[in-house]
C-alpha cells in the first residue's frame, strides 16, 4: 500500500473545500428560486408538506455538509502539524565520527511535543491527554453517526459541556515518543547521543510508520467526505426540485 504524501492529502482537503463552497452556492441559488416560486400576492405562508423539505434539506446541508467539512479541515491542519513537526528532525541531527550520526533526541522531544500542545496535554506519568479540535452540538443519534463516520484515527465523545467533541487519536503520537525514549547510543556530552547510520535509519523508519497512521486516517477520512458529499449533493438537488415543483404545483391550484 502506497501512503499518500501530506501535501497532496493538504491539497485534496483544500479541493474538496472548494467543491463545497460551490455547493453552498448552488444551495443558496436554488433557496432563491423556491421563494420565487413560491412568491404570490396571496402569500399565505409555506404549506407544512413543503415546510417539511426545506428543514430537511437545511439539516443535510448544516448538519452534515458543512460540519463534514469543518471537521476534515481542522483534522487536515493536525495532520499537516504532525507532518512539520516530525519535518524539524533534522535541526537536531549533526555528523558524528566514522560515519555515525549524532542525534539531540532530547532536544527533539521537547520540540515535538511543543509543536503539538495544542492537540495534546503530555502528562508527567508518560500518558497523553488529547484535546478537542472541533465542538459543536448534537443529540445521540449525532453522537453514534459521527463514531462510526470517524472511525478509530479519532475519539468522538461527549464533553463536559454537553457538546460532541472531536479529538485525534493519541496512538500514533505515543509510539512516535516510545521509539525516541528508547532510542540507544553512546552519549555524546551536550550534543545527544551517537548512532550508526544504520540504527538511525531504523528509527527513522519506525518513525514514519507512526506518522503515516495519521496521514492515512486523514486520506481515509477525506476519501469517506467525498463520497458522502456527492451522496448530499444528489439528495439535495432531489429535494430541491420537489420543492421547487411543490411550490408550483400550489401557486397553480391557489389560482384555480
Partial sequence: M????????????????????????????????ALEASSDEEDVGTPPHIKALEDLIE?????YQKLYAKITEKAS??????NQALGK???????????KIIFDKEGFLKAFKDSLSKYFDFNQDGSISPKSIHNFTGDDKALTFWKDKLGSGYIVRRGSSGDIEILPNSDAIKGIIDRIDGLKGESVKGEG??????AFQ????????????VNNNVSELLERFRQDNSSFETLIQLLQRMTEDLYRYNAGYMNV
Avoid: C
Avoid at 439539516?59 to 448538519?63: L, P
Avoid at 547521543?193 to 544504520?198: K, P, R, T
Fill in 89 to 99: 528532525m533534522s535541526d537536531y541531527i549533526n555528523a558524528g565520527k566514522d560515519g
Fill in 59 to 63: 439539516k443535510i446541508h448544516t448538519k
Fill in 193 to 198: 547521543i551517537e548512532l550508526s547510520g544504520q
Fill in 2 to 33: 502506497v501512503t499518500p504524501d501530506a501535501e497532496d492529502i493538504t491539497n485534496d482537503a483544500r479541493q474538496l473545500l472548494r467543491d463545497l463552497k460551490r455547493s453552498e452556492d448552488n444551495y443558496r441559488t436554488a433557496q432563491t428560486n
Fill in 77 to 82: 491542519q493536525y495532520m499537516k502539524d504532525v
Fill in 202 to 213: 531504523a528509527f527513522q523508519t519506525a518513525i514514519d510508520s507512526q506518522k503515516n497512521t
